[in-house]
T-cell receptor, first 112, second 114 residues
Framework: DGGITQSPKYLFRKEGQNVTLSCEQNLNHDAMYWYRQDPGQGLRLIYYSQIVNDFQKGDIAEGYSVSREKKESFPLTVTSAQKNPTAFYLC???????????FGEGSRLTVL | RKEVEQDPGPFNVPEGATVAFNCTYSNSASQSFFWYRQDCRKEPKLLMSVYSSGNEDGRFTAQLNRASQYISLLIRDSKLSDSATYLCVVKAPGGTGGSYIPTFGRGTSLIVHP
């Protein structure tokens, strides 16, 4: 079945450690996005990519990094520079046009 | 001013009620519009796209008013299972090569009680 797969679903990290969240899609979508959601809050855009080997900062990119070496994959690294990384992270993809977004099931990161 | 605005609610309604949500957007170049539903601790899922002529899917009706730059979602005969957060999403031109960037509203919480 086509879709988006995020892993891991739950992740615990010690302060000062970097962690990488995986996002893979087999929908042949050009555009991919990473969002952060805090309890009771909306989705905030971290990074997005509209084509392989290119990506753009969103509203809250500080402390995060991404790569887009393959069309199917858009991993997000939460670095130790991110001061408050505990959150629900959502990956999405869409065509580059006006179509809808498809979401993965999310990754819940907790910093201990 | 936030690009996409929604009343956060919560809207607390009895079963069987009709409830309406509005969402306003600031970018007049916006081209596509969606309503997503998000259950607690889950990913958002597409409820329906919003077309210029308005569209209906069972108990749900979506409308677009380009002149006033808002979209609406009407839920008739509310069910307990409709309890969720409803997110408004607007796509506007941006980025490179004719791409469109989605912007989310903060969501409106709906609680349907017996």
């Amino acid at each position: 079945d086509g879709g988006i797969t995020q892993s891991p679903k739950y992740l615990f990290r010690k302060e000062g450690q970097n962690v990488t969240l995986s996002c893979e899609q087999n929908l042949n979508h050009d555009a991919m996005y990473w969002y952060r959601q805090d309890p009771g809050q909306g989705l905030r855009l971290i990074y997005y990519s509209q084509i392989v080997n290119d990506f753009q900062k969103g509203d809250i990119a500080e402390g995060y990094s991404v790569s887009r070496e393959k069309k199917e994959s858009f991993p997000l690294t939460v670095t130790s520079a991110q001061k408050n990384p505990t959150a629900f992270y959502l990956c999405a993809s869409s065509g580059r046009g006006v179509g809808e977004l498809f979401f993965g099931e999310g990754s819940r990161l907790t910093v201990l | 001013r936030k690009e996409v605005e929604q009343d956060p609610g919560p809207f607390n309604v009895p079963e069987g009620a009709t409830v309406a949500f509005n969402c306003t957007y600031s970018n007049s170049a916006s081209q596509s519009f969606f309503w997503y539903r998000q259950d607690c601790r889950k990913e958002p899922k597409l409820l329906m796209s919003v077309y210029s002529s308005g569209n209906e899917d069972g108990r749900f009706t979506a409308q677009l008013n380009r002149a006033s730059q808002y979209i609406s979602l009407l839920i008739r005969d509310s069910k307990l299972s409709d309890s969720a957060t409803y997110l408004c999403v607007v796509k506007a031109p941006g980025g490179t090569g004719g791409s469109y960037i989605p912007t989310f509203g903060r969501g409106t919480s709906l609680i349907v009680h017996p």
